[in-house]
């Protein structure tokens, strides 16, 4: 099947893409949803926007589904990139909405992992985040391929191909270390499952965005990249600076400068509008295959100056990197600063942040080599007496004493499907609100985790910090390792016995059958 024409406009190195983000809210008839239909068609009686971008729930709030509207607007002829995000839905509703989708022609996804929920009907919705990000595109492309299934009858059966052009999202705007290599570590597992196109979190360091095309040229991934652009007020700066949009990154100095321009007679939209315009042209400038344009309460006419106003200054881009050289306190970025340019230069930065050994991830290790380890002394026993246990009267006390074992050392939820040896003996499912398994979402700052700040540090922080100590070849067979979703046919059942008998993800990566 032909690729549409957003897809093709994303793939072609010789066009610039633009999109334009218009944010479903509640209702079904308010204003707000006739504006997204009217703003969208404002843009299609023009050519200077490729497609209409919508998000899904955004904020973790209960919204018109993305994918309605993309169906509706590809009705009228207007191309949409739907965001299709994890926190919502299970892995069965994923697929539901994918067929829904393929049978109404809506081809572009962008795959996230989405913000955590925080309001719903009487009360905050109960988090899903059944697959994350990276597995979700492994589902996209597995569709693409023609997934098989087992019918009920166990009979195979092959799906008709689908064709998504499904992205990713990643975060350069991290100030540590550990935060930020761990989602170029995750960048790199989400191209692996199918990433056909970035688009970054939102922030206003042009080096951080320089930084993110250098590591894909790094890495040698072919992929186009398309830069993320807010046009920025000091009301939405206000709460990106204080982390109540999880992951846009708006520094002190910046707010400052928002608070100026907020004097003017138009309350600062002029100053935003030209800001966009220069941020336009540096990304064109500096090679990014389009703009992925957004703002509270624009019209079309404001989307349009932009583009204009950024073609007229893209020859002179270079002149505009002062402007936005906003680092974050002691922020780390993967190479080192050109002084000439104001970007960065071919020279990698030191890797400086502290780990730790811990008493605790010691006595895990060595648990693990003796014990869960194919050549360890104690495996082969440990299997035989996990053979004899597996359902007979011994199990229940054998899974009260795992449960008990791992309740003290990692609040054990019991989901029977275990990663912790993969985790470095940190725990997913009752540690990460979102159950990360491939790596942290992009909501986290200074190290903290997105739901609980200042409360609870991000697990994926944590585990770079437990593992640098034994040297960067364990940290990255851990870091860009694929991590399976939970199998829950296996809840609340022992893992152990799963792992030993061969049930669980774990044990079938590691080829280990159940003893004869």
């Not at 955590?116 to 391929?145: H, W």
């Not at 950024?310 to 600063?337: S, T």
């Amino acid at each position: 099947m032909a690729d549409s024409k957003l897809t093709k406009s994303i793939k072609s190195k010789e066009d610039f893409t633009v999109t334009w983000e218009l944010v479903p809210g509640r209702g079904a008839k308010e204003d707000n949803i006739e504006a997204i239909f009217r703003r969208a068609q404002d843009a299609a009686e023009e050519e200077k926007v490729d497609g209409i971008t919508l998000t899904d729930n955004p904020g973790g709030n209960p919204a018109i589904s993305a994918e309605y509207i993309g169906m509706k607007l590809n009705e009228m002829g207007i191309e949409p990139l739907v965001h299709f995000t994890c926190k919502d839905k299970s892995r069965n509703e994923m697929e539901s909405f994918l067929y829904s989708l393929e049978r109404e022609e809506v081809k572009n996804l962008l795959v996230v992992t989405g913000d955590y929920l925080v309001s719903g009907y009487q009360g905050i919705s109960r988090p899903v985040f059944d697959l994350d990000a990276v597995q979700t595109l492994k589902l996209i492309s597995e569709l693409n391929q023609g997934m098989e299934y087992k019918d009920a009858f166990g009979n195979t059966v092959e799906l008709k191909t689908t064709n998504f052009f499904s992205g990713c999202g990643v975060s350069p705007f991290k100030r540590l270390e550990s935060e930020l290599l761990f989602q170029y570590y995750k960048l790199e597992k989400k191209i692996e499952a199918g990433a056909q196109f970035i688009i970054p979190q939102l922030g206003y360091d042009m080096r951080k965005f320089h930084e993110l095309l250098k590591f894909l040229d790094w890495k040698d991934f072919n992929i186009p990249v398309i830069g993320n652009l807010y046009v920025l007020t000091y009301g939405a700066g206000r709460a990106m600076n204080s982390n109540n949009i999880p992951g846009c990154v708006v520094t002190d100095e910046l707010l400052k400068k928002l608070a100026e321009e907020r004097e003017a007679e138009d309350n600062g939209h002029q100053a935003s509008l030209e800001r966009a315009a220069k941020m336009y042209a540096m990304m064109k400038g500096m090679g990014f295959a389009g703009v992925h344009l957004g703002g509270h309460g624009l019209e079309y006419e404001d989307i349009k100056f932009v583009i204009d106003k950024g073609e007229e200054l893209e020859e002179n881009w270079r002149q505009f990197i002062p402007e936005f050289d906003y680092p974050q306190k002691d922020g780390f970025y993967l190479w080192q600063k050109d002084k000439e340019t104001g970007l960065n230069s071919d020279k990698l930065a030191p890797l400086s942040e502290k780990g730790r050994k811990t008493l605790g991830h010691r006595f895990f290790r060595v648990a693990h080599s003796l014990f869960f380890d194919k050549e360890g002394i104690f495996f082969r026993p440990a299997q035989k007496i996990c053979q004899i246990i597996d359902q007979s009267w011994a199990e229940d006390p054998f899974e009260f004493i795992e449960r008990v074992i791992k309740t003290i050392s990692n609040n054990c939820l019991q989901c029977g499907d275990c990663a912790l040896p993969d985790m470095s003996y940190l725990c997913p499912m009752s540690q990460c609100p979102k159950n990360q398994r491939n790596g942290a979402c992009g909501g986290s700052k200074d190290g903290w985790c997105e739901v609980y700040p200042d409360e609870q540090k991000c697990i994926y922080v944590r585990m770079y910090k437990r593992l640098k100590p034994y040297g960067k070849k364990a940290l990255e067979e851990k870091a860009r390792q694929y991590n399976p979703p939970v199998n829950w046919d296996l809840k609340q059942t022992s893992s152990w016995l799963n792992y030993f008998l061969g049930r669980d993800y774990a044990a079938k990566m590691k080829n280990i059958d159940p003893p004869k």
